[in-house]
């Protein structure tokens, strides 16, 4: 079976370019598999792809690469609809919203399109007039299935498959480095600025103690000077991006994300499989996706209004500072979250097998059997 997964980018430091590799690499052991990239702005992909996955693009925007139109949305539309109109493949995975309605109007009839979302649904005219088209929506968490399930209707069906993890060997922490790691896009709805307030707590009461961070975006220079004014040089060190994330993990004995949507959680995903608590917020669509408090880590619980000041309905912070009752209310309730935790080895290894444990549903060989198994009832004739 020919399986095309298309996706924005599968050449950056994204969590649904990993979820996306892992899927593929899995998938190819069985099918003919491509991964169709609208955009290549490097030569290679940012994680290692499987060499039996074929890769290719749609709009190559490596330096010095000339085309026939200007550069822009319009150039890049173009050039996607002539590719899905002349696309040869059995099935078609898109992997956001608007490459999900490209691909109702413009891919193959013959072809089964699925839908991989992850985020909550934009409620636009677009999805309600084309996602009828599709074959079906698959969503990565139950809070998501719900959300799209009220936006379609009944038009499509909706399900849940989670995102997947490589199958072994995985790396494993041995819980014994007083090492906090936390990774991802520095961006402001990850909230990185309430984790290292936070982590002034502790390196005040536990100075032994440091936080590595992983990643990179368009907030490191204010999270530099946040480390700067807290007089936190020593504590909290910046890492810069790897492909590796679970082996970094597995060299700590606490993973915390502050995120609060985690509907593309591959960070604690792979921080459960390298057998590392987490702690993150409690609520809907945040880290209590994929995380079960007193089992795999910690949920805290937000604050008012069970959102972080500024947050908009997608989980995109507008909190610049933290200042307000709400985020230094948030900041204590972390910080105790980590002293807790910190302060109790026995509960730490605990937290550490349940998250192992956690992790199981997500190896690749049983997600991409739910796959097939979508895959084969939406080809079946109605």
Known sequence: MRICLLV??????????????????????????EILSVRRHRERPFFPVAAEVRLSWVVDDRPGVRHLLPPGQVRTDVALWRRLRSLKTDVLISTRPGLSVQAARHAPRDAVRIAREWGRPPVTASIRRFYPRMDAVVTATETGRAEWERLVEGTVGVTTIPDA???????????????????????????????????????DKRPDWRLRLYGGGPEDRRLRTLVADLDLHNHVYFMGTTPDLAGEFAKASIVATTARAEGLGMTVIEALASGVPVIG?????????????????????????????????????????????????????????????????????????GALAAAAPHRASSVAERWEKLIEAAARPA
């Open 8 to 33: 924005p980018s599968v050449y950056g430091m994204r969590g649904d370019a990993r979820s996306v590799v892992n899927l593929a690499g899995e998938l190819s052991r069985r099918h003919d598999v």
């Open 281 to 353: 917020f409690d609520g809907p669509g945040g880290a209590g996706e994929f995380v079960t408090d007193g089992r795999s880590g910690v949920l805290v619980p937000p604050g008012p209004g069970g959102e972080r000041d500024g947050a908009g309905p997608a989980g995109e912070s507008g909190d610049r500072g933290g200042a307000g009752s709400a985020g230094e209310s948030e900041v204590r309730a972390y910080a105790s979250a980590l002293l807790a935790l910190i302060d109790d080895e026995r509960r730490r290894r605990e937290l550490a097998a």
């Open 165 to 203: 993890l490589p199958d072994g060997p995985w790396p494993r922490s041995r819980m014994d480095n007083r090492l906090v790691v936390a990774g991802g896009r520095w961006v402001p709805a990850k909230a990185y600025d309430l984790l290292i307030r936070a982590f002034a707590t502790v390196a």
